[in-house]
DNA sequence: TTATCTTTATTGAACGTTCAATTAATAAAA
DNA sequence: TTTTATTAATTGAACGTTCAATAAAGATAA
């Protein structure tokens, strides 16, 4: 059976099925036979690539911030102006959602274990903290440097509130996408509010 | 050592120690032995009271939610105004940390594992609908029907936000009082816009 | 080309631990 | 004495980890 070169595959592999389970299980229901048997392999493959449980978690919620990054990234190029940039975030943080459907409980299963898992809390801070700086960065092109943090803020809380909100209700694609419009117009009643 | 009269006292113990528990090991880390160790009583006492570790749960997630109703209604009474009631709604949302700096992480906790637990989830969205509800019937005294739902929407969207990002962020109370006047003054800023 | 050696990839059973639940025993109060 | 309250001991299932075994692929040498 085995190949040579599968390392890459398998990890890919591996940690689209944790996605699913946890999606699915929950972390508490989350096991290595769930994992293993949803990726179609052993579930000593696991220790084998990743050292552990812990670790394949882990190595999913890098995956899963990587992509949030990349999305926005791919978004924006230079000649972007401020107010579209704040568009694209506003859409990369509701984006994974309309790939895939499993994602977001997963998202809320792993921030709520990073308040009893260090690593995971690093990571989630990372994330919190540069969705915050992001919209500073652009909220400051169109504002006095005050105004513009203190709207970052507000817009970041505005964010993951109607996303908290929506993933908890078990909301459908069209509910997103309704969400992600209010934040939008949220925000441009930011610009319009505090605007040079 | 048995006393006649027990059953209620015993029961906000475990309540209690599960709350503990669950603040300190989250939800995975909580076992049956945690939570009975933290209230100084045996094991078997949980399943003799509450059926079993499930139903333990179940209750300390109720009498949370009732903590929170009861809070409000200790707040408000028949001549409060429409706009102190969506103060004391904010209040009451953000009291809970003030009393016992460990309910904020259970809260988390609970509502992730209500993505996978059929009761959890419904007596989440008692709670989600009883804030949007709450604060709607107010905004209607103030502005017209359509804009004062709208209100009520983003208001929630920016109470939870504010929250989660704060709970998340492990903040200290000082912290919970800046998000407090934060949303509070969010609100405000609704009725400006919208008021008749 | 064939035979041998080495590395990479993978499995699944065995082990020790942890957990929730149950049971039997016990102690106090009625 | 009977009932109520509680503990301590026990059970069996479930879990993560480890590990010996194996199989294919690639490399080397005859």
Redesign the pocket.
Same mark, same amino acid.
């Given at each position: 059976?085995?190949? !040579?070169?599968?390392?890459p !595959?398998?990890r890919q592999q591996l940690i689209d099925a944790t996605i699913e389970s946890v999606a699915t299980n929950g972390l508490q229901?989350?096991?290595?036979? %769930?994992i293993?048997k949803n990726a179609?392999?052993? %579930?000593?493959?696991?220790?084998?690539?990743f050292?552990?449980?812990?670790?394949l978690i882990e190595a999913t919620v890098r995956y899963l911030l990587t992509s949030l990054k990349q999305d926005l990234i791919g978004k924006v190029n230079h000649q972007t102006n401020a107010t579209e940039r704040l568009m694209f975030i506003i859409e990369a943080n509701f984006a994974l959602v309309q790939q895939r459907n499993d994602t977001t409980r997963t998202w809320l299963s792993f921030w709520a274990q990073s308040m009893h898992d260090e690593e995971l809390h690093r990571l989630q801070n990372v994330n919190s903290k540069r969705l915050q700086s992001n919209l500073a960065f652009s909220f400051k092109q169109l504002m006095p440097i005050e105004q513009a943090n203190q709207a970052a803020e507000l817009s970041a809380a505005m964010i993951d509130g109607l996303w908290l909100r929506a993933v908890l209700s078990k909301s459908d694609n069209n509910q997103f996408k309704h969400c992600e419009k209010l934040a939008k117009s949220y925000v441009l009643s930011l610009i319009k509010q505090y605007g040079a």
């Amino acid at each position: 059976m085995p190949k !040579v070169g599968m390392e890459p !595959v398998r990890r890919q592999q591996l940690i689209d099925a944790t996605i699913e389970s946890v999606a699915t299980n929950g972390l508490q229901g989350t096991t290595i036979n %769930s994992i293993s048997k949803n990726a179609g392999l052993s %579930s000593g493959i696991i220790s084998h690539y990743f050292g552990g449980k812990q670790g394949l978690i882990e190595a999913t919620v890098r995956y899963l911030l990587t992509s949030l990054k990349q999305d926005l990234i791919g978004k924006v190029n230079h000649q972007t102006n401020a107010t579209e940039r704040l568009m694209f975030i506003i859409e990369a943080n509701f984006a994974l959602v309309q790939q895939r459907n499993d994602t977001t409980r997963t998202w809320l299963s792993f921030w709520a274990q990073s308040m009893h898992d260090e690593e995971l809390h690093r990571l989630q801070n990372v994330n919190s903290k540069r969705l915050q700086s992001n919209l500073a960065f652009s909220f400051k092109q169109l504002m006095p440097i005050e105004q513009a943090n203190q709207a970052a803020e507000l817009s970041a809380a505005m964010i993951d509130g109607l996303w908290l909100r929506a993933v908890l209700s078990k909301s459908d694609n069209n509910q997103f996408k309704h969400c992600e419009k209010l934040a939008k117009s949220y925000v441009l009643s930011l610009i319009k509010q505090y605007g040079a």
